[in-house]
């Protein structure tokens, strides 16, 4: 296994993290984790290297608004001689604080259901603007001081899942440690994308990657055109493999999140993870990849640019975003985790059944799509 430097902290982690919101469960039940599994999936990655376990309040839950088994789980497991060998990082709920006691009541409930005393990383959760918003007018900013000064959390981080400017924004307003960002060869230009990814590194934060396989789709079902280009590659690997050493490739990723299900696909990435990175892809590889983002990207459905001349929209529809996530979900064959991101990203107002047909949007945009048309599209596949 390989170490990188967490930013500025001193510590060293394990370029593989395990993520911890798709254990195995029992008849696909999420909140019932199956926990003889899990525990020998576990058990083997931290046995050979993995220092690094990340985990949320939410996960493996039925209700993304309540406590899920995922931290419950891992304090039952971490508490039979584990805890000290890893990097423990939970999340604070975002989109439920409503007081600022809220904060303090969240990462109370935590390090009871965490059994830990202390968590080594805290994030604040997928912020976006309006979770930010309301954060920063409850004073996030003298609870994330008092939590660190008091010892319950020795280092301060957030995951994000907005644009570049927002990022920026925050990274701003305060001394933060670590932060968590969506990337993958698909992804280099959705939300921060590789822009946010080489800011993070100039500055010396440490820099974790969620979504490298884009939960699981750069590797399950793979369209037969995209395998056959990663056939043509000089050096065979998999698709695993490939969207890996992209990731680890790229200057200033300190680590990537796997949210592993089976003990195969651990004992396979932690193979990857011993190699030697980065700087071990060719010219021609790299090439490669973007020959596959390309074919990837020829699957989407609505020819938009994202070029933002269709906005504002007099009814507040998010046009450019609506088309984003509705192309992914066509390119990649996930209508639910598109869905989840749309529904996620925009406000109610914000979606494609707002959109009232008036048409002034079609005049503006320079493909001549006829937006009210492919938003009813949208409306269709994502629902209300």
């Given at each position: 296994?390989?170490?990188?430097?967490?930013?500025?902290?001193?510590?060293?982690?394990?370029?593989?993290?395990?993520?911890?919101?798709?254990?195995?469960?029992?008849?696909?039940?999420?909140?019932?984790?199956?926990?003889?599994?899990?525990?020998?999936?576990?058990?083997?990655?931290?046995?050979?290297?993995?220092?690094?376990?990340?985990?949320?309040?939410?996960?493996?839950?039925?209700?993304?608004?309540?406590?899920?088994?995922?931290?419950?789980?891992?304090?039952?497991?971490?508490?039979?001689?584990?805890?000290?060998?890893?990097?423990?990082?939970?999340?604070?709920?975002?989109?439920?604080?409503?007081?600022?006691?809220?904060?303090?009541?969240?990462?109370?409930?935590?390090?009871?259901?965490?059994?830990?005393?202390?968590?080594?990383?805290?994030?604040?959760?997928?912020?976006?603007?309006?979770?930010?918003?309301?954060?920063?007018?409850?004073?996030?900013?003298?609870?994330?001081?008092?939590?660190?000064?008091?010892?319950?959390?020795?280092?301060?981080?957030?995951?994000?899942?907005?644009?570049?400017?927002?990022?920026?924004?925050?990274?701003?307003?305060?001394?933060?440690?670590?932060v968590f960002t969506q990337m993958?060869?698909?992804?280099?230009?959705?939300?921060?994308?590789?822009?946010?990814?080489?800011?993070?590194?100039?500055?010396?934060?440490?820099?974790?990657?969620?979504?490298?396989?884009?939960?699981?789709?750069?590797?399950?079902?793979?369209?037969?055109?995209?395998?056959?280009?990663?056939?043509?590659?000089?050096?065979?690997?998999?698709?695993?493999?490939?969207?890996?050493?992209?990731?680890?490739?790229?200057?200033?990723?300190?680590?990537?999140?796997s949210g592993m299900s089976t003990?195969?696909q651990v004992k396979e990435n932690?193979?990857?993870?011993?190699?030697?990175?980065?700087?071990?892809?060719?010219?021609?590889?790299?090439?490669?990849?973007?020959?596959?983002?390309?074919?990837?990207?020829?699957?989407?459905?609505?020819?938009?640019?994202?070029?933002?001349?269709?906005?504002?929209?007099?009814?507040?529809?998010?046009?450019?975003?609506?088309?984003?996530?509705?192309?992914?979900?066509?390119?990649?064959?996930?209508?639910?985790?598109?869905?989840?991101?749309?529904?996620?990203?925009?406000?109610?107002?914000?979606?494609?059944?707002?959109?009232?047909?008036?048409?002034?949007?079609?005049?503006?945009?320079?493909?001549?799509?006829?937006?009210?048309?492919?938003?009813?599209?949208?409306?269709?596949?994502?629902?209300?």
């Amino acid at each position: 296994m390989l170490y990188r430097d967490l930013g500025q902290t001193g510590e060293k982690v394990s370029i593989l993290g395990f993520g911890c919101m798709r254990f195995p469960t029992i008849n696909g039940k999420d909140d019932q984790i199956d926990k003889e599994k899990t525990a020998k999936m576990l058990s083997y990655g931290i046995d050979n290297g993995i220092n690094f376990i990340d985990t949320a309040y939410s996960y493996h839950g039925t209700d993304f608004n309540k406590g899920g088994m995922s931290e419950p789980f891992l304090g039952e497991f971490l508490s039979t001689g584990y805890r000290e060998k890893v990097l423990l990082s939970t999340k604070l709920p975002s989109w439920i604080v409503e007081k600022k006691e809220d904060m303090e009541y969240f990462l109370d409930q935590q390090l009871k259901r965490l059994q830990t005393d202390h968590i080594d990383l805290y994030l604040l959760h997928s912020l976006k603007e309006d979770y930010w918003k309301n954060l920063t007018s409850l004073d996030v900013f003298e609870f994330m001081d008092s939590i660190q000064s008091d010892g319950r959390v020795k280092y301060i981080g957030f995951s994000f899942h907005d644009e570049l400017e927002l990022l920026l924004e925050i990274l701003d307003s305060y001394d933060w440690d670590v932060v968590f960002t969506q990337m993958n060869y698909l992804d280099e230009s959705y939300q921060s994308g590789l822009n946010g990814l080489q800011y993070l590194s100039s500055i010396g934060l440490g820099n974790v990657v969620m979504e490298p396989l884009r939960g699981g789709k750069l590797v399950n079902n793979v369209p037969p055109e995209i395998n056959e280009l990663w056939n043509t590659a000089k050096t065979k690997r998999s698709n695993v493999e490939w969207a890996f050493k992209y990731l680890w490739d790229i200057e200033g990723v300190t680590s990537i999140l796997s949210g592993m299900s089976t003990l195969d696909q651990v004992k396979e990435n932690i193979a990857l993870a011993s190699n030697g990175y980065p700087n071990s892809l060719t010219k021609e590889e790299k090439i490669l990849i973007k020959e596959v983002s390309m074919a990837y990207k020829e699957k989407k459905d609505i020819d938009c640019t994202l070029c933002g001349y269709c906005m504002p929209c007099p009814y507040k529809v998010d046009i450019p975003t609506c088309f984003k996530e509705y192309n992914i979900a066509k390119m990649l064959d996930n209508v639910e985790a598109s869905s989840m991101q749309y529904f996620s990203l925009l406000n109610e107002e914000n979606l494609a059944s707002s959109c009232t047909d008036c048409g002034n949007c079609v005049n503006m945009c320079p493909q001549r799509i006829n937006i009210p048309k492919e938003l009813k599209k949208v409306k269709k596949l994502f629902g209300k």
